[in-house]
């Protein structure tokens, strides 16, 4: 293994690639299990689990103390936990980068794995980052607008009464069946547009409106093997975030670099 210089980059063309340049294969399901230990492969050779526990919990120390001082906004509890697998794509471009330079032979380090800032990769990542984050939002507001909407101004007294009201009563099942369909429908968006953009414009060099362009593409022709994608993926996901978020530490690395090796089976 030897370490990339700033001389080694891969030098990028200096005229971006268009959509139509860019050709997308179809995938079957053993494309998944076979992205998945592909993935587990590249998390064994570079464990890279610490930063994110303490990412993990510093965040999870910071809704605790939102939680705890501002109880309205126990509401958007759910929400807030779920919509990361919104932003999820800009955390994975650091893991993106460790496999793109394992398949070169090269070292993977933490700090390696941001030099995409200084290429021309980075406006575009930028670009799309933003783009999740705004859909991010706009999901938050979205819950907020629900929770409104069915049990109006009103809040419980405690944490254990909004669960109670959630679980037990008709407006709490009313929320729980609407937040979960239009929580569905911005995954699905989120998806669509991401699952190849960011490894696609962390790789070749394409505006981030080609990548999207492109993502979208590759998710319409592989529509049932994507949708499988996504349920592994919140299952993953889900069970890490089960495990006092010390799992995420784990499964959210493993699922960057099989998403990765994803998009080299997807794309020519």
């Known amino acids: ?22 050709s997308i294969r179809k995938l079957i399901l053993d494309d998944l299990w ?16 610490i930063p994110l526990i303490i990412l993990f919990y510093a965040l999870f120390a910071l809704l605790f103390t939102l939680f705890a001082f501002g109880q309205d906004f126990r509401y958007l509890a759910f929400p807030v936990v779920a919509g990361f697998t919104l932003i999820g794509p800009i955390i994975a471009i650091a893991f993106f980068e ?59 007294e405690s ?12 407006h709490g ?23 190849v953009a960011f490894p696609l414009a962390l790789d070749k060099p394409v505006t981030s ?9 590759a998710f319409t022709l592989n529509f049932w093997v994507f949708a499988v994608w996504g349920i592994v993926v919140v299952a993953l996901l889900t069970i890490g975030a089960l ?3 010390v799992g995420l530490a784990f499964t959210l690395p493993i699922l960057g670099h099989a998403t990765w090796h994803l998009y080299r089976k997807v794309i020519e």
């Open 1 to 22: 293994m030897v370490e990339l210089t700033h001389h080694d980059e891969p030098a990028f063309e200096d005229i971006a690639l268009s959509s139509k340049d860019i």
């Open 34 to 49: 076979q992205a998945l230990r592909e993935g587990y492969d590249d998390y064994g050779a570079k464990p890279s689990s």
């Open 98 to 156: 460790m496999s793109r330079r394992r398949e070169n032979g090269l070292q993977i380090r933490w700090r390696s794995s941001f030099r995409f800032i200084h290429t021309s990769s980075f406006a575009p990542i930028l670009a799309l980052s933003l783009i999740m984050m705004i859909l991010y939002v706009a999901w938050l507001y979205m819950a907020e607008a629900i929770f409104f909407g069915l049990f109006g101004n009103t809040y419980p």
């Open 159 to 170: 944490f254990s009464l909004f669960i109670n009201e959630v679980l037990a009563t008709r």
């Open 173 to 195: 099942g009313a929320l729980i069946a609407y937040g979960n369909f239009v929580g569905f429908l911005f995954a699905f968006a989120a998806m669509a547009i991401s699952v």
């Open 209 to 217: 409106i080609t990548a999207m362009s492109v993502s979208i593409r």
């Open 243 to 245: 495990l006092f978020l």
